[in-house]
């Protein structure tokens, strides 16, 4: 039982970090665009999220007459469980981790990019033209932003010597923080987490003027219940690696306080510049967000890593 222990604390912060995250979206929104967010369900509507998921699940699974069944079922499976895997491997304290790898971050990577296959699976299995060129779309983006981002993270790890970048930085102090020593990288990695989930203004996979709800369009049910888990699961494991790899990890300057704590409140703050983001910045059309991608986040991180290359050869 003691073995579960961590597992269960893990499940438990993550559900929990999902609802906060969830209503303070909706919050800010609300504020953002004067008017009443959520109020009934719970204190200050709290519950809402957790309203919603029930609804859900009762609601009657759909299939398309003309679609693959195995596909379509199979899809948000894996866009859920490939988001989940990333929290294995986030270090939340010293030495509370599932799996300590020497090259988790990387792994995460490699995760991360499972999702947009799920995602290309539910569109191609609903039949539907929407669906289909939603799948592509989130295909095509996972590619563009994922390499910058591996690139970013490639620059730390140059930086640190080592592929353990928390332990890496675990000695400095709040000046030795990779947001101070890879100010570029951090841009881009912020840019390219951005794009990865999906958020506006990069929500082209299911952009609702466009493609009714991209490759969601024909799910009902608790199937669409889990797309939407997987989104905000992703925002919320993005937010902690930008903590973990550019702001210190659990090494916090602030005494009294803890990494967990520290992590709610850059998950706020993440959320907030989302948030705002998404109700004051347009969508980009697709050409303009692959050259967004190819054209000027991938040289910027390339030059980034030969730059961060050159400074380690020339101090040996």
Same mark, same amino acid.
Do not use: H
């Given at each position: 039982?003691?073995?579960?222990?961590?597992?269960?604390?893990?499940?438990?912060?993550?559900?929990?970090?999902?609802?906060?995250?969830?209503?303070?979206?909706?919050?800010?929104?609300?504020?953002?665009?004067?008017?009443?967010?959520?109020?009934?369900?719970?204190?200050?509507?709290?519950?809402?999220?957790?309203?919603?998921?029930?609804?859900?699940?009762?609601?009657?699974?759909?299939?398309?007459?003309?679609?693959?069944?195995?596909?379509?079922?199979?899809?948000?499976?894996?866009?859920?469980?490939?988001?989940?895997?990333?929290?294995?491997?986030?270090?939340?304290?010293?030495?509370?981790?599932?799996?300590?790898?020497?090259?988790?971050?990387?792994?995460?990577?490699?995760?991360?990019?499972?999702?947009?296959?799920?995602?290309?699976?539910?569109?191609?299995?609903?039949?539907?033209?929407?669906?289909?060129?939603?799948?592509?779309?989130?295909?095509?983006?996972?590619?563009?932003?994922?390499?910058?981002?591996?690139?970013?993270?490639?620059?730390?790890?140059?930086?640190?010597?080592?592929?353990?970048?928390?332990?890496?930085?675990?000695?400095?102090?709040?000046?030795?923080?990779?947001?101070?020593?890879?100010?570029?990288?951090?841009?881009?990695?912020?840019?390219?987490?951005?794009?990865?989930?999906?958020?506006?203004?990069?929500?082209?996979?299911?952009?609702?003027?466009?493609?009714?709800?991209?490759? =969601?369009?024909?799910?009902? @049910?608790? &199937? $669409?219940? !889990?797309?939407?888990?997987?989104?905000? #699961?992703? *925002?919320?494991? %993005? /937010?902690?690696?930008?903590?973990?790899?550019?702001?210190?990890?659990?090494?916090?300057?602030?005494?009294?306080?803890?990494?967990?704590?520290?992590?709610?409140?850059?998950?706020?703050?993440?959320?907030?510049?989302?948030?705002?983001?998404?109700?004051?910045?347009?969508?980009?059309?697709?050409? =303009?967000?692959?050259?967004? @991608?190819? &054209? $000027?986040? !991938?040289?910027?991180?390339?030059?980034? #890593?030969? *730059?961060?290359? %050159? /400074?380690?050869?020339?101090?040996?």
């Amino acid at each position: 039982l003691w073995i579960l222990a961590p597992i269960l604390t893990l499940v438990l912060g993550i559900t929990i970090g999902v609802l906060v995250i969830v209503w303070l979206e909706r919050e800010i929104s609300a504020g953002l665009q004067q008017r009443i967010g959520p109020e009934y369900a719970g204190p200050l509507g709290v519950l809402q999220a957790l309203a919603d998921g029930t609804k859900l699940l009762f609601k009657e699974n759909l299939f398309p007459s003309r679609g693959d069944t195995r596909l379509f079922s199979i899809g948000p499976a894996i866009a859920v469980v490939s988001t989940l895997l990333s929290y294995s491997v986030i270090p939340f304290a010293y030495r509370f981790v599932l799996s300590d790898l020497s090259m988790g971050v990387f792994l995460w990577i490699a995760i991360s990019s499972i999702v947009p296959i799920g995602l290309l699976m539910s569109g191609y299995g609903s039949n539907n033209k929407y669906s289909f060129l939603g799948g592509l779309r989130a295909a095509a983006q996972s590619i563009s932003y994922e390499i910058p981002l591996t690139l970013c993270v490639l620059s730390i790890s140059l930086r640190a010597i080592r592929f353990d970048i928390v332990e890496a930085q675990s000695k400095y102090g709040f000046w030795g923080w990779n947001l101070w020593r890879q100010p570029i990288g951090f841009i881009i990695f912020l840019i390219s987490s951005l794009a990865e989930c999906e958020r506006l203004p990069f929500d082209l996979p299911e952009a609702e003027e466009e493609l009714v709800a991209g490759y =969601q369009t024909e799910y009902s @049910g608790i &199937k $669409f219940g !889990l797309f939407y888990v997987a989104s905000y #699961l992703n *925002l919320l494991v %993005s /937010s902690l690696f930008v903590t973990v790899l550019y702001l210190g990890g659990w090494n916090i300057f602030i005494p009294y306080i803890f990494m967990t704590e520290f992590l709610e409140i850059n998950n706020v703050g993440r959320v907030f510049g989302i948030t705002i983001a998404r109700w004051t910045l347009p969508r980009l059309r697709m050409d =303009q967000l692959l050259n967004l @991608g190819w &054209k $000027f986040l !991938l040289p910027i991180s390339l030059g980034n #890593l030969l *730059l961060t290359t %050159s /400074s380690q050869l020339l101090s040996l």
